[in-house]
Structures are given as C-alpha cells and as structure tokens.
C-alpha cells in the first residue's frame, strides 16, 4: 500500500533555532499534502494544507510566517519551524493523498524545543 | 467552522464487552473515514463511508454512515486489550479537507 515518510521521528532543539521536518511520499505522487499538529492526548488540528507548486493555505490561527511549508515536488512537503519555542513543543504529522486515494499518514515527528 | 464532535471522550472497560462512539457534526460530509491510533504513530485508517445510512463491517467493528451524512458511529463487539487506542473520525469536506474529530480514548483491560 501506499506509504508516508516522515523524518525525523524525533528532534530537540534549543530556543531560537529552526527545525525542519520532512514529509515524503514513496510510492505515489501526492497532490495534496496536509500538516497537522497533535498535543498529548488531544485529536489532530490541521495546520495547512499545500498543494504542489503553490502557496500552502494556512488555517486560521497558524502563523504562515512560524510554520513554513513548502511543496516543491509531488512527492515531497517540508514543514519548518522558524525560531522554536517550548510552546512550539508537540507531535507533527503529516499526510498526502494523490487523485484517487484517501489520506495516507507519516509517522510523525514529535518536536521537543528546550 | 466545521467541528467533529466525538462521545464518549475516554472509556475504559473490561474484555469481552460492546462499545460504541459517536461521531457528530452540523456540516454535511462527502466521506466520512475512522481511524485509530497508537502512541507515538501516525493514525491508521479503518475505514470509509461515502453513501447515507452505509454500514460497514470489519471483523468486531461496525461502522454507520448517517443518513443525512452529518454523523457517525462505531461499534465493537468483544472488545479485546488489542483495540486500545485513540479513535478518530475525521469528515470530509471541501477540497478535501479532513476535519478530524475531538476523539475517543479507548482502554480495554484485560
């Protein structure tokens, strides 16, 4: 079946440095790709969603200016946190579809900024 | 704003008994997909409901589609310590935007 990957599973760093997260599909060209973020114990809030070649659109609430995405081929969307805080702290996932698929998830990453 | 209200928020019972979890909303759907996941991981998708009234068997668990697609329900039969987790059910709506549910915990002891 088709599958996500996401990397890194797991990152920390410190206040003020940014932290890219990697979100590629292996086995098909995924259109559109959403982020969302997961805090402990609470259901996924979709963040963006990108579409290859275009400019992600953001949901309400996300700063576009904190969480850059960037989906520059069908198989790939990055999502960078610019200048972490610890309230920036929580796990990332990520997820594509292609035309005829439903939503296939990446294992996530979970960031811990110190 | 489309919000996906699930219930129970948590529920932890013992092996061998029925469950269900609800899974309502104001705003109509095109699909309606359940998901569940495990600590740490992505969520895993269970299935999809795409027509009103749909019901949909996997094993122990039933799935049911609203007739108006607005809302709806899983049920497990014989829960068992192997079903624990997080589950989800996210609607689909515009631009295929998945709005996921507030989610249900999920604990069977054994």
């Known amino acids: 079946g088709a599958v996500v990957s996401q990397h890194p599973s797991r990152v920390i760093c410190k206040s003020g440095t940014s932290v890219k997260i990697e979100c590629r599909s292996l086995d098909f060209q995924a259109t559109t790709m959403f982020w969302y973020r997961q805090f402990p114990k609470q259901s996924l809030m979709l963040m963006a969603t990108?579409?290859?070649?275009?400019?992600?659109?953001?949901e309400q609430g996300v700063e576009k200016d904190k969480f850059l995405i960037n989906h520059a081929s069908l198989t790939l969307s990055t999502l960078t946190v610019t200048s972490a805080h610890p309230e920036d702290s929580s796990f990332y996932i990520c997820?594509?579809?292609?035309?005829?698929?439903?939503?296939?998830f990446g294992n996530g990453t979970r960031l811990t900024v110190t | 704003t489309q919000l996906l209200e699930q219930s129970p928020q948590f529920l932890s019972i013992q092996e061998g008994e029925n469950l269900t979890v609800y899974c309502n909303s104001s705003s109509v759907f095109s699909s309606l997909q359940w998901y569940r996941q495990e600590p740490g991981e992505g969520p895993v998708l269970l299935v999809t409901v795409v027509t009103g009234g749909e019901v949909k068997k996997l094993k122990r668990l039933t799935f049911q589609f609203g007739d108006a697609r607005k809302d709806s329900s899983l049920h497990i039969t014989a829960a068992q310590p192997g079903d624990t987790g997080l589950y989800l059910c996210?609607?689909?709506?515009?631009?295929?935007?998945?709005?996921f549910g507030t989610g249900t915990r999920l604990k069977v002891l054994a």
């Open positions: 990108s579409n290859e070649g275009s400019k992600a659109t953001y």
């Open positions: 997820s594509a579809r292609d035309l005829a698929s439903p939503l296939h």
């Open positions: 996210a609607g689909v709506g515009g631009t295929y935007k998945y709005i």
